[in-house]
């Protein structure tokens, strides 16, 4: 954690935070969010900051809540795929022990 409160500026407003985050990364998320608050057109932030910051901050809730779906979704395939390969690996283990079980006796795989 910071020792004291850290100044980020944002939208041209400097604001004085204290957060877990070293100063470094405050001011790296600080320049991310300016830089997507810029992006907003000025006709669509009427003469409200607050109203660009809230465009922002849902922006960036959409993108998380869909990474999250999507790294759940390729957790939910690995596992599958995991699974097909073990079944697969379980199989075949099978059908050599069934084999060796199946060579007359007295002869060994490496006779084969």
Do not use: W
């Amino acid at each position: 954690m910071s020792p004291g409160p850290v100044a980020i500026r944002i939208g041209g407003q400097t604001y004085r935070v204290r957060a877990q985050a070293s100063e470094q990364e405050l001011h790296r998320l600080a320049a991310s969010v300016d830089a997507r608050l810029r992006q907003i057109p000025a006709s669509s932030l009427g003469a409200s900051s607050q109203q660009g910051l809230l465009l922002v901050a849902i922006s960036l809730v959409h993108e998380l809540d869909n990474e999250r779906s999507a790294r759940k979704k390729f957790q939910r395939d690995t596992a599958e795929l995991l699974q097909l390969l073990l079944d697969h690996v379980d199989r075949t283990l099978a059908n050599a022990d069934a084999a060796i079980a199946a060579m007359p006796q007295g002869k060994s795989t490496s006779d084969c």
